[in-house]
């Protein structure tokens, strides 16, 4: 094509060529480079649409015509690990989305290109990702939703997206023998529009001892989280185990460690793994300020590991962003078992970490005791933790409260989260509950906290 005829182009349709090309970063150049780009020849990496994009591009309607999926076919793209879009099976809903239909449309990261526009409506969403790279919105939490909106691959690839991403734009309505509304165009991403600059990377950025202290003490009357501030203080970045046996208590020390987070400004992220459904209801009401990846009893074990996969890589970019992340998982066993491998706990637990230069990723999470997993998941990540909280269901089932075993509760890092003085009456308190039998422990840790306004009062006091 002569230079003429690429300057009378919509720009749009310029960086559609500077794609097929194969030009770097087209779209962080101005119209008159585009031209420039395509003129010189385009660069190095040039090649036609691989047949999953077209299959792709078919789906939501595009110009590009797929043909009718094969289910032999699809099993034999998967395991040659290909990439035929049109027969993949969507993550968690099983949904399909059916051949493309209707007027032809290109629908990618610049925009339709069509006859008429077709109406749109903004949505915002946390991407996932599938293995062909291709993925969905969700709009409802971090668990799948009828109303999620597809993204195409060519969209995640031009704007660089990653799983865990806010990602907003205007959405289509489905076409016929589509399910899901597709993305229309990237607006934003993470509150910012895509590509602005170079995203820092959560793996290359560097972990410092946590140093910024979470309060625990606010609410007054909540004895079991005050005793947890009290032993095993709790800091941003920290990577927190909660060993705990049924009905001793777990819930309610989780329920009061997300809100604290919120009140304190932090983001809590709760991750609830093969829970019953009236218990989610349950944790949305006590914490409202939280986000929620919820997979229930009802899902098979492998749509549990997608939803705990989308929960830590949401913590991730939240993290990586500057904000301090704070993800509440029950349980680790329940994970370990969902997963068929307990090591697969070990990289969400591990991920805990304060990063140098600001932002940070706060795990805390429960391995039940006597579970099915047969403590598989606590010896996966033990000696990892940066805190351990010791929890007795034998107290609890005698009403003991808090029903926590001080002996059995420990922190790193300690002198850097508490000042001289504050550190000395702390150990002052533990060596006295040493003395003690687990029960008439923490009967006298329950009046010391009954009996002070705070936990500072309570230390000042010994």
């Known amino acids: ?33 585009l031209i420039a780009a395509l003129e010189a020849g385009g660069g190095e990496g040039a090649a036609t649409e691989p047949d ?72 915002s969403g946390i991407l996932e990702l599938t293995r062909q790279r291709f993925g969905f919105l ?7 939703d009828p109303d999620d909106v597809y993204i195409s691959a060519s969209q995640v690839r031009r704007c660089e997206l990653r799983p865990g991403d806010q990602v907003a734009g ?7 023998g589509e399910r899901h509304r597709a993305l229309v165009h990237v607006d934003e991403v993470n509150g910012a529009e895509p590509l602005a600059e170079e995203r820092p990377d959560f793996d290359a950025l560097a972990p410092v001892l946590p140093e910024r202290r979470l309060a625990l003490d606010s609410d007054r009357a909540d004895v079991l989280v005050r005793a947890v501030d009290l032993l095993a203080p709790l800091a941003l970045g920290q990577r927190v185990l909660i060993s705990a046996a049924p009905r001793s208590g777990r819930t309610t020390l989780l329920r009061g460690i997300a809100r604290a987070a919120a009140a304190e400004g932090g983001h809590p992220i709760v991750l609830l793994v093969d829970e019953r459904p009236e218990e989610a209801t349950a944790w949305r009401e006590a914490v409202p300020d939280a986000e929620f990846a919820i997979a229930t009893a009802e899902l098979a074990p492998r749509d549990q590991v997608l939803v705990a996969e989308l929960a830590l890589e949401r913590a991730r970019r939240l993290a990586e962003s500057g904000d301090d992340a704070v993800l509440v998982c029950d349980s680790l066993s329940r994970l370990a078992l969902a997963s068929g491998d307990a090591g697969e706990v070990k990289r969400l637990f591990g991920s805990g970490r304060n990063l140098a230069g600001g932002g940070s990723l706060t795990v805390v999470a429960t391995a039940v005791a006597n579970g099915r997993d047969e403590g598989e998941a606590e010896r996966a990540v033990a000696t990892t933790e940066s805190s351990l909280v010791t929890l007795d269901a034998d107290l609890a089932a005698d009403g003991v409260v808090p029903a926590i075993v001080p ?32 029960a008439e422990a923490s009967r006298l840790l329950r009046e010391r906290i009954e009996g002070s306004a705070s936990n500072a009062e309570l230390l000042r006091s010994l």
């Open 1 to 33: 094509m002569s230079p003429p005829n690429l300057s009378e182009l919509h720009i749009a349709d310029l960086r559609s060529r500077a794609a097929e090309a194969g030009i770097a970063r087209f779209r962080l150049l101005r119209r008159d480079e």
């Open 52 to 123: 999953g994009e077209q299959a792709e591009r078919s789906r939501t309607g595009e110009a590009i015509e797929a043909p009718t999926p094969d289910p032999e076919a699809t099993e034999r793209a998967e395991e040659a690990d290909t990439e035929e879009a049109d027969t993949d099976e969507l993550p968690v809903t099983g949904a399909l989305v059916g051949e493309g239909a209707g007027e032809p449309v290109e629908v990618d990261a610049e925009g339709p290109r069509d006859a008429g526009e077709e109406p749109t409506v903004t949505v």
């Open 138 to 144: 969700r709009l409802s939490g971090l668990h799948p």
């Open 170 to 176: 205007p959405a289509r309505q489905p076409r016929r």
């Open 407 to 438: 002996s059995e509760c420990r922190v790193s890092n300690e002198d850097a989260l508490r000042d001289t003085d504050e550190l000395d009456s702390a150990r002052r308190l533990r060596s006295l509950l040493a003395d003690l039998e687990p």
